[in-house]
Structure formats: structure tokens, C-alpha cells
């Protein structure tokens, strides 16, 4: 009964190149990558800070610090779900303070997650800065936040999902949008009045 | 995966998955205590009574660090400075104390069945720290979460609880815990101090020592209550230790790798000597700062479960 229309924004190939190109921008704009670490939020964000190491590491020479992060124990909606969220592991095994943090995440979205996870860095320590990394942005910000290194922006609509699937974690790779529009039972009598703009006649 | 009871009243009842999603979530817990700023603002708002109706050391302060490392607002009650004095019911005061708006109450008392009263006379999350000689199932789950830690699995493993275990809370807790997890369970102590029907946990049952310790992996020692002790359980002090302490000569019957325990506080030179509790093989110290991770994932699990839900 539903239709989902399923679309392939970025295949295998896609991300690899996205990935290098973030990790050159974030050496380009740190001049270098002494300065940097690299945190990635649970689970994907931490597959992909990983790949953007590796290949730091291949342009720098340099091994570049990689933590992990949950970031459910600061969510803002612990209280207003039903269930809690099964909390993994944070590790951070190396020093914040003074470093130049560079927060990785498959998929920005509304932004809280970022809030979230930026509360959690701060309680780790002062950083000298804190920029943000995303595979994919998909926009409709809820907080005021925006990413310094994006691998593709992606217009989409708040039903649609953005799936991430990475092969340390699935059996295949690429990003794909399912566009579930159609799951929604669409008011007929607008649809077949053609009118498209609100309040036209 | 969730709890199934918004409220934790024991151990017994409860399966190996919902044992082991707290057990894993006081893992994550476990880390956030090793920060260097120990706190995180997941309770932020949630207000947490910590009723005290028993003395404690250990269990009261572990909760309440808990509860502050994740940033809930607490108040403790202990009954010395309290109308309890006066002779307010039990019932009441906790009616009156939630009219002030709590969300979890932490209940310790004398009495088995306390925290399950309460269930029944407020809409708050309860959790058992401890009724009389019925269970204390956060400790059951620090000494899971402390073996678990260890020997990175429950199953399989033979831990012998030994000492006063019909009177302890903590024995039964530990009973009901391990044997969901699949460890196996012995129990000894002096014939006085275990209750007739013990077989109904199957477990094994020893009253001599070096039997009961043969090749086993835990060696977790009860305090024995010498407030209990005009009651004429066992003849001496010196006899106990005698025929139920842990000593340096009995360590050698143990598996290699073994692990001393105790829930505290230890009564040295009676139930444990010095040099077994000191030893590199005795977690004890290991057991009370896991408890700290597992009361917050108690708190955690729970908190979010509100009554309608259930």
C-alpha cells in the first residue's frame, strides 16, 4: 500500500571521494594536522572519523587521535521518550584541552545531536576549537548550528529518511533516501484540486 | 531491549537479558566516573528521595553520587532527625514527602517488603536498597557487574557465597542473579545460619568450608551480624573464624585466578584476615566504586518510566 521511492545519493565511490576531500580541508584549514583529534558519535560518525584519519595519515604522515562519543546521556529528550536509549560506550583516551576537535557524524540533521555532543566535548575539556564534520547534510536546522566540512548537501523533506550504510558496520556502502512522501495519507481533495499554493483557490 | 518493572524491587524474577542491559549500561556508566568532570545532565529535573529507615555507609553515598553525577536534584532522610520520631507512619511520611514532587524514591529498611509496600502507596519509581532479609539487589548486581568484569562472562563460573545467609539480603540477591546468568551457586555457612529450604534456589549447600571453596572461581564472604550474635548462632567469634574464615591457607583451594569479595563492611580478623582482604585477588574496593556505575544505571533505566506506561 505504501510506495517508497528509494534513491541513491552517494554510492561507494562517492564517499571515498567525499572523505578525501573533507580531509584535506580540515588539514588546509588547521595548517596541518598537529593540532587535530578527531571524535566521531557513535556508531557511523566513528567509521567515518576513522577513514578520515587513515587517509590523514596517508597525506600528513601524522596519526591523528580518534575518540568515540554517545551522546544519549545528554539528549534533551531523555524524559519525553518512552523508552531510554541503550547507551555504548564514550572513549576518549587522549586530552581535549588546547586541541583543535573536529566532531564527525554521518548525517546532520536537526542539530541536536551536535548540541548534544558539543556539551559533551566541553565537559572533556576546553578546546582551542570545535568544527564539525558531516558525510551528509540534509538540512532543516533546529539550532543554530552549521558544518565547516560537508561531503553532500542533500534536499529533502522532514519524512523522508537518509540511511548511511557503511561497510564496518553493513554489508554494502552508500547513502540512500527513502523517500516516504507516499506513507502519508495525502489530503485528496487539495491533491485534486491542483491548487498548489496555500490558501490559492 | 527495556526493563519490564518501573520499579526495582529484587532480582528474583528478572531474566539474563534484562540483567545483562544493566549490567552493560553501567559499563558506559563506568567510564563517565574515570572524567575528570564526573557528571553528565541526563537527570536533569528528575528529583530523587533517598529514604534511610537502616544505617549505611556504602549504600547511601553511592546512591546519592549517583544520583548527583547525573545531575538529579536529592534529599536524604535519615530517621534520627526526622518525625518518624514523633511517630508518623511510614505511609504518610512518604505521602507527604511526595507531595513536594518526587520521582524515584531509594528505600532502605528493616523490614523484607518495605519497597514493595510502597509501590502500592505512591506513583514514584522505587528501588530497593536493601529490606531486611529479603534482597539488596543493587549489590547483587555491582558483584555480577565486578565478576563480569573480571572474567568477562558470568556463565560457567562457581561462586560460593559463605557465611551468615539467612540472614543476608545480599546472598539472596546474588542467588537470583547468578543463577539467571547461568553461574553455578554455593552457599556456606554455620548449619544455623542457613534456612532450612535453601534447596529451593538450587543451589549446593555446604557446612564445611574447604568443601564448599574446592575450585571455585568467587569467593564472595558475607559479613557475619554480630549484632546477631547474642542470639547464640555459633558458639565464638574464634570458632567462626576457625571453621569459616577466609584465610590465607584456604586460598589455596581455589581455582587459580579467583577472586575474593565482600559487600562490606568486613569485621577484619573474623570473617576475612587481613591478608586475604588486602591481597591482589580481593576486589573489595573494586566492588563499591562499580556500584557507583551500576546505581546510575539503575537510576537511568528507570527514570524515564512513568506509570501509565507500564
Keep these: 500500500m505504501t510506495k517508497e521511492k528509494i534513491e541513491t545519493v552517494l554510492d561507494e565511490r562517492g564517499i571515498a571521494r567525499a572523505v578525501t576531500r573533507i580531509s584535506h580541508e580540515i588539514i588546509e584549514k588547521n595548517l596541518g594536522a598537529e593540532s587535530i583529534v578527531l571524535i566521531g558519535i557513535y556508531s557511523r560518525g566513528a567509521d567515518i572519523a576513522r577513514r578520515i584519519a587513515s587517509t590523514i595519515r596517508e597525506i600528513e604522515r601524522i596519526d591523528v587521535p580518534v575518540g568515540l562519543m554517545d551522546i544519549n546521556l ?49 565537559d572533556f575539556g576546553r578546546p582551542r576549537s570545535i568544527q564539525l564534520a558531516v558525510l551528509i547534510d540534509r538540512g532543516h536546522r533546529e539550532l543554530p548550528i552549521r558544518p565547516d566540512y560537508v561531503g553532500k548537501n542533500i534536499p529533502t523533506s522532514k519524512d523522508d529518511r537518509v540511511l548511511v550504510r557503511l561497510k564496518e558496520k553493513d554489508n554494502d556502502e552508500g547513502v540512500i533516501v527513502v523517500k516516504s512522501g507516499m506513507n502519508r495519507p495525502v489530503p485528496k481533495k487539495i491533491k485534486l484540486s491542483g491548487s498548489r499554493k496555500k490558501g490559492g483557490r | 531491549m527495556q526493563l519490564r518493572s518501573r520499579h526495582l524491587l529484587g532480582l528474583e524474577g528478572m531474566t539474563a537479558e534484562e540483567i545483562t542491559l544493566i549490567l552493560d549500561t553501567a559499563e558506559s556508566f563506568r567510564e563517565i566516573i574515570e572524567r575528570p568532570i564526573k557528571k553528565v545532565p541526563t537527570l536533569r529535573g528528575i ?82 536498597a536493601g529490606d531486611g532479609a529479603h534482597e539488596h539487589p543493587t549489590q547483587g548486581l555491582l558483584d555480577m557487574f565486578t565478576i563480569r568484569r573480571k572474567y568477562k562472562k558470568l556463565d560457567g563460573l562457581r561462586v560460593v557465597l559463605v557465611g551468615d545467609i539467612k540472614h543476608s539480603r545480599v546472598v539472596r540477591s546474588n542467588i537470583w542473579g547468578l543463577k539467571a546468568m547461568g553461574a ?64 590465607r591457607e584456604r586460598l589455596a583451594l581455589l581455582n587459580k585466578n579467583y577472586t575474593i569479595m565482600h559487600p562490606g563492611p568486613m569485621n577484619r580478623g573474623v570473617e576475612i584476615t587481613n591478608e586475604v582482604a588486602d591481597s591482589e585477588s580481593s576486589v573489595i574496593l573494586e566492588q563499591v566504586t562499580n556500584g557507583q556505575a551500576i546505581r546510575m544505571a539503575v537510576l537511568y533505566l528507570l527514570s524515564g518510566k512513568k506509570e501509565e506506561e507500564v
Excluded at chain 1, 529528550?77 to 586541541?99: A, W
Excluded at chain 2, 547511601?60 to 535519615?78: G, Q, V, W
Excluded at chain 2, 572461581?217 to 573464624?241: C, H, K, W
Design chain 1, 74 to 122: 545528554y539528549r534533551d529528550d531523555v524524559h519525553s521518550k518512552l523508552d531510554q536509549p541503550v547507551i555504548q560506550r564514550t572513549e576518549i583516551l587522549f586530552d581535549v584541552v588546547d586541541r583543535n576537535v573536529i566532531l564527525v557524524d554521518d548525517v546532520l540533521y536537526t542539530g541536536r545531536t551536535i548540541r548534544a555532543a558539543l556539551d559533551q566535548i566541553i
Design chain 2, 47 to 128: 528529583t530523587v528521595l533517598n529514604l534511610f529507615y537502616e544505617p549505611s555507609t556504602r549504600t547511601r553515598i553511592s546512591f546519592e553520587l549517583a544520583e548527583k553525577r547525573l545531575s538529579a536534584d536529592t534529599i536524604s532522610f535519615t530517621t534520627a532527625a526526622s518525625s518518624v520520631k514523633k511517630g508518623e507512619t511510614l505511609k504518610d511520611t512518604v505521602r507527604n514527602i511526595e507531595a513536594m514532587k518526587i520521582d524515584m524514591v531509594v528505600v532502605r529498611h528493616s523490614s523484607s517488603g518495605v519497597p514493595h509496600f510502597l509501590t502500592q502507596c505512591v506513583a514514584s519509581n522505587i528501588i530497593n
Design chain 2, 184 to 247: 553455578s551457586v554455593a552457599l556456606c555457612g554455620p548449619s544455623t545460619l542457613i534456612p532450612f529450604d535453601s534447596e529451593q534456589f538450587g543451589v549446593e549447600l555446604f557446612t564445611d568450608m574447604n568443601k564448599a571453596i574446592e575450585g571455585a572461581d568467587v569467593v564472595n564472604i558475607m559479613r557475619i551480624q554480630l549484632e546477631r550474635q547474642q542470639a547464640g548462632m555459633f558458639p565464638s567469634q574464634r570458632e567462626y573464624t576457625n571453621l569459616f574464615g577466609m584465610t
